[in-house]
């Protein structure tokens, strides 16, 4: 027997910052610098990312998990 299990985010779930799935805040599909996984950021933090890219910086988001290890090795 196998269950399959959908993981649906609730509309009502509060999310700041960028998430790994789109949300009606998140909108906008970046690229997290480190490991190049797609993460979703709000319009302004997607206007930040195009600028930086203009002035050579290389997408310059991280998701939650690379964000986590940089944390740790800093520390």
Not at 26 to 49: K, M, W
Request: a negative charge; aromatic letters at 10%; one cysteine or more.
């Amino acid at each position: 027997m196998s269950h399959r299990v959908e993981l649906t985010p609730s509309p009502n779930l509060a999310t700041f910052g960028p998430t790994v799935f789109r949300t009606e805040r998140n909108q906008h599909e970046a690229r997290c610098g480190l490991c190049g996984g797609t993460i979703y950021v709000p319009q302004e933090d997607f206007s930040f990312v195009c600028e930086a890219i203009k002035a050579g910086l290389d997408e310059p988001f991280r998701c939650e998990r690379c964000k986590q290890e940089y944390d740790e090795f800093i520390s």
